[in-house]
């Protein structure tokens, strides 16, 4: 019986410690650099990086996109890119920050998960 009661105690603090992790998308690619190719996407538009990092985003599009973040305490103005040009922000804080292109927010969505 004291064995049950330790494995179910352990098996509560791991799940416990989980759920405090940050919510890692399925499909987000551990990655720095987002593309924005000729095709009104974000390319991976999910990603991984570890508190700290400069995530860099590149317009290789004909036409103007923008980086808009849609989560508290991150700049609320659009960071936008005309054809060629690119912009960044560093992520100081664990957690998912979702974002979108302000232009073509139907199609253009993606998110950015910070770890410890």
Known sequence: MKLRSSFALITLVI????????????SAVPTSQV???????????DITVPSGT?????NNDNFPHSVQFLDGG?????????????????FS????YHYQCSI?????????VVTP
């Open 54 to 58: 400069t995530v860099s985003w590149t």
């Open 15 to 26: 799940s416990a410690a989980v759920g405090c992790a940050p919510a890692a998308s399925a």
């Open 35 to 45: 593309n924005l190719p000729k095709s009104y996407r974000f390319d991976p538009p």
């Open 93 to 96: 804080t664990a957690g998912t």
């Open 74 to 90: 991150l700049p609320t103005e659009p960071l936008t890119m005309q054809p060629g040009q690119g912009t960044q922000f560093t």
């Open 104 to 112: 073509h927010p139907q199609s253009m969505k993606g998110s950015v």
